[in-house]
């Protein structure tokens, strides 16, 4: 049977009732919330399921809004379903102040680094997973650096005029 | 040391090779011992190819046949810093990988040169943020450095030229020297 | 030395000691910068942990900082070997996000510039794990075929490894003869080096004890673990993004997708073999294509997107509404829809992901890199296991492990 993207959010409207919310369909690729406290019961769901079968994470990420209070850090599942092609995104919210998501790494293997890359770039913590440390940047880092509030260059470098490149 | 050109040339082409200045006899050629150990190291040495990135790919394209660095005597590249007098930093080095190039270069015995080949490795290249040293001489002191992104093979085999000219003419009293000990001493290195 | 053996030693008095090896982030054979830290029982494996971000340069934060068309070269830097095929990803993605449609001859060069790009990248790969198993010739005898590729790209775009190739829309100038020329040379002369180099390695009975039967992964663990590309085609999954999701007319293109069985050194060596020969099949077919193109079809190189795509200079001198797009663009007056899209291409590793969202402004909000390489790498413990410090080498040469895409 075709499973189209009507059919997926009938599909997960039966299952979780109004807890997904924000269906969309940007570029034909459905995109759907769930509260954060359900994102293992809903990867559960699109992976156990016969018809949907959604049990291959192509990537895992996360986005900062900080125009959001509430709701800053989202962290986004990208799931495919390799026989229907059928691509899904899925996405959590979190708060800045408490960034704590359940870590995806025992129903995917892929989670693991993955999750440990967005902790590195967003500090978020996620909760469950073997080893959570920094993957890629130095590990005495204290803080988080892909969040908008940081600039892109070491200020601490004095080779290079700032002055130069237009932002002073 | 400039070759003539070779092709293109019509009539005869001489090949000339030019060997240290000295006096020449039936069977013996006497020159000052600064000279023969200057064309002896330059011509032989063995490089210690520091590759991280992309600047790696030109260098084994520059080892490859078709560009073919053996023939400037580095047919040997070797990864132990005992065995090797240059070091060359091909590609971006992170402020993670910063303390490795310095162990590195520590290791390895003197006389040593190094050689910054790339963007990444002179400055920091396009690569201005948090995470990435611009440029090695913050760590360890560099001898040449080859601009590019990545540099042709030509353009390294041409800083290996230039480094090949500041070991022929090097002397042989420089490691010792007060000058010399201040640049280590500059860069926090017995 | 007799009587030890009538000893009877208590339990556990004699423990075992496993050897700590760092395979460290500086090791031969260039393979990149990534560090293992190896357990060893003997010469056997017991486990390993892995540290990476030795090549860390931010790509995501820098992405933020540029407009659209000034993150193509770090998009070059991604997997170096291959770099054309990361810019048109890039391009495919940014033409989905702006809604730009190019022309069937401009996705024709596009498939001929991937498909070469796919070559080299495999070529040294394959090359690199003969170099790992002691067999120096293939290597150097197959680098005077990339630099003919790298002459193909310095016709094209002017530079041989980090290419940033083409432009939103399509390419920066028309191919010139010269290119065309070399491509046919390629096609002629490229078969018979690469027949040459499979017999020097496929049945050769030194590398198939070396490679058969080490560093294997199912199916089923391989998909788990994200795999994707020749990695997960050779452990008997034909997932192929140029076949599930078509993008730059690959639909017109025939050509098979080979799939080993075991997943170990052996098959991703054949893969990616095989994988070569339906590259040179592909660039066949569109090289045809291309030359089918007549008259004024044949000058089309970029499609007609003037708020996207530069003007012609002359234009721009001379006509007014091309000064003001020209305008526009450079200074980022365009308007860049709002949104969030995610595009993949099939890189020479496999799914190579871009999941980019716009909020309108001049330089994307978020962009973020899905990279094989990274996702992959994950598994070699599990792929080394119990095998020996040789294999375990040869293991992470196959995997073909890029430094640039594990770490952006």
Same mark, same amino acid.
């Given at each position: 049977m075709e499973i189209t993207n009507e059919y997926i959010q009938q599909r997960l409207t039966e299952k979780f009732g109004d807890q997904v919310t924000g269906f969309e369909e940007p570029y034909g690729m459905l995109t759907f919330e769930a509260p954060k406290e359900l994102n293992l019961k809903?990867?559960?769901?699109?992976?156990?399921?016969?018809?949907?079968?959604f049990r291959f994470l192509t990537d895992l990420c996360a986005v900062h809004y900080p125009e959001q209070p509430g709701r800053e850090l989202a962290v986004v599942y990208h799931l495919h379903n390799l026989e229907n092609n059928v691509r899904v995104r899925f996405k959590v919210f979190a708060p800045i102040a408490a960034p704590d998501v359940f870590s995806a790494t025992a129903l995917f293997s892929a989670a693991n680094w993955m999750e440990r890359e967005t902790y590195d770039f967003f500090g978020v913590n996620f909760v469950?997973?073997?080893?959570?440390?920094?993957i890629l940047n130095v590990d005495e880092m204290d803080y988080f650096p892909l969040r908008k509030e940081y600039p892109l260059e070491d200020q601490t470098r004095i080779d290079?005029?700032?002055e130069m490149f237009g932002r002073g | 040391m400039a070759r003539p050109v070779r092709f293109n040339i019509k009539g005869d082409v001489k090949l000339v090779t030019e060997g240290p200045e000295g006096y020449a006899g039936e069977g013996f050629f006497a020159t000052t011992l600064d000279k023969l150990v200057g064309m002896g190291r330059k011509n032989s040495m063995w490089p210690l190819p520091f590759a991280t990135s992309c600047c790696g790919i030109e260098f084994m394209a520059t080892m490859a046949s078709h560009y073919d660095f053996a023939r400037f005597g580095s047919e040997r590249v070797g990864f132990s810093p005992r065995q090797c007098d240059i070091l060359m930093v091909m590609g971006t080095i992170a402020k993670k990988m910063g303390p490795v190039v310095k162990e590195v270069y520590l290791q390895m015995a003197e006389p040593r040169w190094v050689m910054a080949v790339g963007a990444c490795a002179s400055s920091g290249g396009i690569f201005d943020t948090y995470s990435v040293l611009q440029g090695i001489d913050q760590i360890i002191p560099v001898d040449v450095y080859v601009p590019g992104c990545p540099p042709r093979p030509e353009a390294i085999i041409d800083g290996f030229m230039k480094v090949q000219e500041l070991v022929g003419k090097e002397s042989l009293r420089r490691r010792n020297s007060d000058r010399y000990k201040e640049l280590m001493n500059s860069y926090g290195i017995q | 030395m007799q009587e030890q053996q009538h000893i009877k030693l208590p339990e556990g008095s004699i423990g075992k000691q496993t050897t700590t090896l760092n395979l460290?982030? !500086?090791?031969?054979?260039?393979?990149g910068v990534m560090q293992n830290i190896l357990e060893l029982d003997g010469e056997r494996v017991v486990s390993t942990e892995q540290t990476i971000g030795y090549i860390h340069r931010a790509f995501e934060k820098l992405a933020e900082r540029r407009p659209l068309f000034q993150i193509t070269p770090i998009t070059d830097r991604l997997n170096?070997?291959?770099?054309p095929i990361n810019n048109m990803g890039w391009h495919i993605t940014c033409e989905k996000l702006l809604?730009?449609? !190019?022309p069937k001859r401009v996705d024709y060069l596009r498939v001929i510039i991937m498909e070469l790009a796919r070559i080299a990248d495999h070529l040294i790969c394959n090359s690199i794990v003969g170099v790992d198993s002691g067999a120096f010739t293939g290597f150097l005898y197959v680098m005077?075929?990339?630099?003919l590729i790298y002459e193909i790209y310095e016709e094209v775009c002017g530079s041989r490894l980090t290419t940033n190739i083409g432009r939103i829309g399509g390419f920066e100038r028309n191919f010139s003869n010269a290119a065309f020329e070399k491509i046919q040379?390629?096609?002629d002369e490229y078969p018979a080096v690469l027949k040459e180099f499979e017999n020097l390695f496929t049945r050769n009975r030194i590398f198939m004890e070396r490679t058969i039967g080490s560093g294997g992964i199912s199916a089923e663990r391989a998909l788990n673990y994200g795999f994707t590309g020749p990695n997960l085609r050779a452990a008997g999954v034909d997932y192929d993004v140029r076949v599930h999701s078509p993008y730059s007319s690959y639909e017109d293109f025939e050509f098979d997708v080979p799939v080993g069985s075991t997943g170990d050194n052996y098959d991703r060596f054949l893969v990616r073999n095989a994988e070569m020969w339906q590259s040179l099949r592909i660039i066949e077919q569109a090289f045809r294509r291309v030359q089918e193109f007549k008259g004024a079809e044949a000058d089309v190189y970029h499609a007609d997107a003037p708020a996207y795509y530069l003007p012609d200079k002359k234009d721009v001198y001379t006509k007014m509404e091309a000064l003001i797009y020209h305008f526009k663009i450079i200074m980022g007056e365009t308007e860049i829809p709002k949104g969030e899209v995610y595009q993949s291409v099939e890189g020479a590793n496999g799914e190579l992901g871009y999941y980019l969202i716009s909020d309108g402004g001049r330089t994307p909000f978020r962009l973020h890199f899905r990279r094989p390489c990274f996702i992959y790498y994950q598994a070699y413990p599990e792929l080394i296991k119990g095998s020996m410090l040789a294999d375990a080498v040869i293991t992470m040469s196959s995997l073909n492990l890029i430094a640039g895409e594990l770490d952006a």
């Open positions: 809903v990867l559960q769901f699109l992976y156990d399921d016969e018809v949907l079968k469950g997973h073997p080893n959570l440390k920094r290079k005029d700032d | - | 460290g982030p !500086t090791h031969p054979a260039t393979h170096y070997c291959s770099s809604g730009v449609k !190019t005077q075929y990339r630099e040379k390629f096609l």
